[in-house]
């Protein structure tokens, strides 16, 4: 069973353009966690989504930051008109669900976004 | 809301010793599980060690162990007999055990130890 992939791992953008990361669960798992890791920091949730559902975007800014994971195919992040400051690494995690068990977010290995 | 803090940046440590990490966290709910994170320079974030909060026992993993005290809200990493693969950033983490709607809740992140082995 592969793990969570995500893809790039390294993203090089100049300011204004767009940014897409995607994030493959682990088969089985329906539910997806994106966080953002700026340097020197520890991890910021910033969305929780279920097949075709937000389920939690409190941690998204307003603005620029959409995220959607449909039936098929990887969960997106979507960075639209990058500023130097999304430069972070993201990183996703995916679980499955099952009610009233504990459920483990299973990582991915990160994207690396750098915005000239 | 609930937050997480490691007050050490940095701890060093003599291969084959013993290192205590800090965290402290705060929260106004009685259940959640709390964690501890490996990221090596590979930047992977590796499941270390986790404790539910309702089990009294202090969980233990191989060579690592936690002392959690919950009513101080503390939940200390021990790592036995140091090794150089130990080396990474260490976070400790909090995600609730409330289920909203089928939400199983985020994990919330300290800002970590930066653990160096010295050989």
């Known amino acids: 069973n592969a793990g969570v992939m995500q893809n790039p791992r390294h993203l090089v953008r100049r300011r204004g353009q767009e940014a897409r990361l995607r994030c493959s669960p682990m088969?089985?798992?329906?539910?997806v966690y994106w966080y953002r890791q700026l340097p020197e920091e520890g991890l910021k949730f910033m969305v929780y989504?279920?097949?075709?559902?937000?389920?939690?975007e409190s941690g998204m800014p307003k603005e620029r930051f959409s995220a959607e994971f449909p039936k098929e195919g990887p969960s997106i992040l979507r960075i639209q008109q990058v500023v130097r400051g999304d430069s972070a690494a993201y990183f996703c995690?995916?679980?499955?669900?099952?009610?009233?068990?504990?459920?483990?977010?299973?990582f991915g290995p990160g994207t690396r976004l750098t915005v000239l | 809301a609930q937050t997480v803090t490691q007050s050490q940046p940095e701890m060093s440590v003599q291969e084959a010793e013993t290192v205590t990490l800090s965290c402290t966290y705060d929260?106004?709910?009685?259940?959640?599980?709390l964690f501890w994170y490996k990221q090596p320079p590979s930047r992977q974030m590796i499941l270390v060690i986790r404790?539910?909060?309702?089990?009294?026992q202090n969980a233990t993993e191989n060579r690592f162990s936690v002392n959690f005290q919950k009513a101080a809200k503390s939940f200390s990493l021990k790592i036995s007999d140091s090794q150089l693969g130990d080396a990474a950033m260490y976070f400790c983490?909090?995600?609730?055990?409330?289920?909203?709607?089928?939400?199983?809740?985020?994990?919330?992140f300290g800002k970590g130890t930066k653990l160096s082995v010295k050989p």
């Open positions: 995690a995916s679980s499955p669900f099952t009610w009233g068990r504990y459920n483990e977010q299973f």
């Open positions: 088969k089985g798992h329906s539910h």
């Open positions: 989504l279920q097949k075709e559902n937000i389920i939690d």
């Open positions: 929260t106004s709910e009685s259940d959640y599980y």
């Open positions: 404790q539910e909060a309702y089990k009294q």
């Open positions: 983490a909090y995600r609730s055990a409330m289920n909203y709607g089928g939400s199983q809740g985020n994990l919330i």
